[in-house]
């Protein structure tokens, strides 16, 4: 059986749950939400097997040897009540560490992988050094610097942080007027072309081109078109190495695929959000995910 | 530079020992004020510049004050980003340079550090962690006196040692702590320990236990807290302090402070 702990108004957990429903996976689900409202838990290392998670309506006892899918997103900092803030802190520290430390199958395993995806010059430079194309960037408060940077071609402004934020093209005259007071500015050179989508699951590599007018093709209303897509052989060797080098066993990669054949990579997710991609894969994502879950022993 | 929040003690008085030591002020700076200094140039190709390229000494970033808003969330993550790459990629000695996994590979789990650490491998305390204080019986099974059990309210911070309560409504963490035990601590810094009590613990070679954790945890300044048995025979971790306060280095501080300018000299 595999247990899947998240959120239902988290369009990816509810997607992993019908369409491994739909596979006839046997699924525990776990809504964090619920838990924290009028639930509670029980959750102790090295585990004795009275572990559990509790909603109003059950207690799931919590199998140390089970499997597990887990999108531990910690609302406290959108309560405004600091009972409820203390209640999402406390259950998604306590999960975060249970599920670090039992021997069961748990993709992504917290504590277990890197997380310089939050801090995006740091993440560029790894992905650079794996050797993946990465577009430069440059990261400061210094307007003088940004604008030397933007002066040289078409950039990009990006969130720093694992903060979900849409990029967008900024003009000199932009950066000129921006406000620098209170927070540093991400710009990477801007890379012309199609988006590349791919998704990595143990050694499985998913992949998809979106063809869009818009810059972030996540937002903006302008047209989109989805493919299925095959990356070279030697691209999707080296994003399954690199996956596993950070420590996930599944990771969203983003690239953009120039005129000139060149993948450029602009970052790795170690939580990605892949039910709108998988719905157009005909679920081949969840497969994927669930044969990890599923057929692989487990590793402590 | 010293990242640290106003009232650091170790900062101010790791300030003080570089002006009388190198004659030179160190700039004390918040996290948000810090990252703010440095400009990040990544080529993408394995080559990169941080300025400006100087040694840090790092502490723990907290920002109450941010924290209480998502829109100060927002802006102390894309701080921390600038501050966590600076600080990795910089060419400068750093205290303590951040890890990929984060700013230190420290958890709120005290038995998940502890396993991190390497140390648990020797003896770790079990740790619950509830949405309620525990019952008698839920604390284990094995019989341990329900004496032996400290919860520490996560939102209050208080500690209360069994049957008594911790001041707030939860949720908590429970741990198992033996009545009457000895506490040692044991500063790190680089490859060199001290230990703060003049007590004869050679036997357990505390020193040593303590910079192979430090080393494993991937910091250079630590503070490792040992509960040490009544015959003084034996030691298993009770506590480690990745940002250790000045209380827990003041009896050797001269020390400390002489090791940690060595290594942001170098």
Known sequence: MIYAIGLDSDSTFIHFLKYATELGTEVRAVNLQAVVRGGGWRLRIPDDGKSWLATSEERVSMDPLGSYYNRIIDLSSVQRSTTVRARWLGLSTALSAWLEHIPGRVVNRPGRFDLHNSAKPLHEDFLGRAGLSVPASITSSKRSTLLNFARNGPVIVKAISGMRATSQIIDVDRLKAADLSFSPVHLQRYVAGDDVRAHVVGSWVHAEMIRSEDVDYRSGDGRREFAPHTLPDDLAKTIVRVTNKMGLDMAGWDFKLAPDGTYWCLEANPMPGYDGYDRRMGGRITESLIERLTTTSATA | ?266
């Open chain 2, 1 to 266: 530079m010293v990242v640290a929040e106003k009232g650091d003690e170790v900062a101010q008085a790791l300030a003080e020992e570089v002006c009388r030591s190198w004659a030179v002020r160190p700039l004390i700076y918040s996290l948000p004020q810090a990252s703010r200094m440095f400009s990040i140039s990544v080529s993408g190709d394995g080559s990169y510049s941080v300025e400006p390229d100087l040694p840090l000494f790092l502490r723990a970033p907290q920002q109450r004050r941010w924290r209480r808003s998502f829109r100060g969330r927002v802006h102390l993550a894309e701080h921390a980003g600038v501050l966590w790459t600076a600080a990795s990629l910089t060419s400068s000695p750093c205290i303590n340079r951040p890890t990929s996994r984060g700013f230190t590979l420290a958890s709120t789990s005290a038995a998940i550090t502890e396993l991190r650490s390497g140390l648990a491998a020797e003896a770790t305390a079990p740790e619950l962690f509830s949405s309620a204080l525990p019952d008698e019986d839920i604390y284990d099974p094995q019989g341990v006196p329900l004496s032996q059990w400290c919860s520490q309210d996560m939102a209050t911070g208080d500690v209360a040692r069994a049957p008594h309560n911790p001041r707030g409504c939860g949720p908590y963490r429970t741990r198992q702590r033996e009545p009457g035990t000895c506490y040692e601590t044991v500063v790190v810094v680089g490859n060199e320990a001290w230990r703060t009590s003049t007590i004869d613990l050679g036997n357990l070679g505390l020193e040593s236990r303590s910079g192979e954790a430090a080393t494993k945890l991937g910091v250079t300044f630590a503070a490792i807290v040992w509960a040490v048995d009544r015959e003084y025979a034996a030691a298993v971790p009770a506590r480690i302090d990745l940002y250790p306060k000045y209380h827990q280095v003041a009896p050797v501080w001269s020390e400390v402070s002489a090791a940690l300018l060595r290594i942001l000299a170098r």
